[in-house]
């Protein structure tokens, strides 16, 4: 049997751009694209957190570094700047695959950049409530 499984996704990115004018999908920073294992032209899935709008689209490359999260074409009806997105790619698999696979999360900080996420700074940042903290001390 095959299944369809989560291959990757890039975790509550922010919208950076909408281009109602291109011809169609979503421009991410290469460096994202690179650490969720995202090919060029790959077919993703995008939910916005914001409004709740889920559509498929494909990926072309950004600015290494940029933090680009733009959409494109019709895709950028569906999203303002700075809204909350999940970037999903799927992979086909058996289920002995599957079983041993595991999925790559990258998630993001309010700049678009990769963070790695440090079980002791979160608790420390949230005992004091001090969320802001937490984008430049996870950075990778």
């Not at 460096?31 to 957190?49: C, H, Y």
Request: include cysteine; charged fraction near 25%.
């Amino acid at each position: 049997m095959i299944r369809s499984m989560l291959k990757s996704k890039i975790h509550r990115a922010r919208v950076t751009d909408t281009n109602i004018n291109y011809e169609g999908s979503i421009t991410i920073d290469t460096r994202l694209m690179k650490a969720a294992d995202i090919l060029p032209f790959e077919q993703v899935a995008v939910v916005n957190v914001n409004n709740g709008a889920r559509f498929t689209t494909y990926v072309i490359e950004g600015k290494e570094g940029s933090g680009d999260m733009c959409l494109n074409g019709a895709a950028a009806r569906l999203a303002v700047q700075g809204d909350i997105v999940i970037v999903i790619s799927y992979a086909d698999m058996t289920t002995e695959e599957a079983l041993n696979y595991k999925p790559r999360v990258v998630h993001v900080n309010a700049r678009n950049e990769q963070i790695k996420y440090d079980r002791q700074t979160v608790q420390k940042a949230l005992e004091h409530m001090d969320i802001s903290e937490l984008d430049d001390k996870l950075r990778w």
